[in-house]
């Protein structure tokens, strides 16, 4: 697992450096000292995010704020120049693209920037728009009355996604009226002080209806016992390998992050619930979902994925996940992966949306 941060967040991006700033010294019509400045620009933004996680902890929260979103930010940003330097790379291959528009070229230059410059404020507000995703859940099993669930993913609340910003998410899940919210893991993003010093658990007692939430790998990643006292003080019912019963028709299982090895099976799990209830799984990554059609629960929410956040990142979590977004029915199970709430990292969503999904459990009809 370290082998892959280091790769991923290190050397990648070390590489991407080299080849960004390679072309970017060509083509940009400045002279020597303006061209170290655009490229001392772009170091002390990478810079920023190790910055914000190295010494996050002991500088004000303003200032971790900033550092953070501009390193991450900064990580985005840079996937896509590369991605538009190899597309043009390719071109000039092909002889489409003539090799001198890539030397100190004004028009390309400005082009380039508009470009990005569009592409990540249409990125930016994408995120800030949260999709409504209606779903419809059935059953045979004993049912009074319809219920509405609202079920999000991934709020990672913290350094990005502020006290401010979740009150906005908890009034438009309360304008849905819901009879129960499900919360399928990493509410905490990487650490825990921002919500702290926010007192954000405070805003989870706004919500009008109970909730209940299992872990996500975050929730590790920030500290599980730090996570579950702060569970408690927001009111949230945290599921641990655990169940519950909502009414007299509902039994919710939150199943443990797979980060913790020990955590129990599907079908252990299974045998402390009562089936004879409506079985909801709240389990946060998506793997081996036949787990869940074998065991008999009748639906699962997970998330984890976030869909990549950004294009092509979503093509990859396709390969790597047999359900990386959206439904999904095996059996007589039905899933769920959503695209979460709030983001990791930068706060950019191009080619996939941030949800919340407003299910309905009605009887099925015979």
């Known amino acids: 697992m370290k082998a892959f941060w280091l790769v991923a967040f290190l050397l990648l991006p070390l590489l991407g450096h080299l080849y960004v700033l390679r072309h970017l010294w060509q083509l940009l019509p400045l002279g020597a000292a303006g061209k170290w400045t655009v490229i001392g620009l772009c170091l002390a933004a990478f810079a920023c995010f190790f910055i914000s996680f190295l010494f996050g902890s002991k500088m004000p929260l303003s200032v971790t704020t900033f550092f953070y979103e501009v390193g991450n930010s900064w990580i985005f940003i840079l996937l896509y120049l590369v991605l538009a330097f190899a597309a043009i790379d390719l071109l000039r291959v092909a002889h489409l693209f003539p090799a001198a528009l890539l030397h100190h070229n004004v028009k390309v230059s400005i082009g380039l920037a508009l470009l990005m410059s569009g592409l990540f404020t249409y990125g930016y507000l994408n995120y800030q728009h949260k999709v409504r995703q209606p779903l419809v859940l059935t059953t045979r099993k004993p049912l009074a009355k319809p219920l509405k669930l609202v079920m999000i993913t991934d709020l990672h609340l913290g350094y990005h996604n502020r006290r401010a910003e979740f009150a906005r998410w908890v009034d438009m899940i309360n304008a849905e009226h819901p009879d129960l919210i499900l919360i399928g893991g990493d509410i905490i993003d990487i650490s825990i002080r921002p919500l702290l010093e926010e007192n954000v658990a405070q805003e989870f007692h706004r919500f009008q209806a109970p909730v209940y ?55 252990q799990l299974m045998q402390k619930a009562d089936s004879s209830k409506y079985v909801i799984l709240l389990d946060h990554q998506p793997f081996q979902l036949e787990e869940a059609e074998q065991a008999g629960v009748d639906f699962q929410l997970s998330g984890h994925t976030h869909y990549g956040q950004v294009w092509p990142i979503s093509w990859i979590t396709d390969a790597m996940y047999e359900d990386a977004f959206g439904p999904l029915v095996k059996g007589r199970t039905q899933y769920y992966v959503s695209s979460g709430m709030g983001i990791w990292g930068a706060k950019f969503r191009i080619g996939t949306h941030s949800e919340y999904v407003v299910a309905t459990l009605q009887q099925q009809k015979q």
């Open 213 to 267: 939430a299992c872990l996500g790998n975050h929730e590790y990643y920030s500290g599980s016992m730090v996570a579950r006292n702060f569970y408690r003080e927001a009111g949230i019912t945290l599921l641990r390998d655990s169940c519950a019963t909502f009414g007299n028709e509902v039994c919710i299982i939150g199943r443990d992050d797979r980060t913790n090895t020990a955590r129990q099976s599907v079908k």
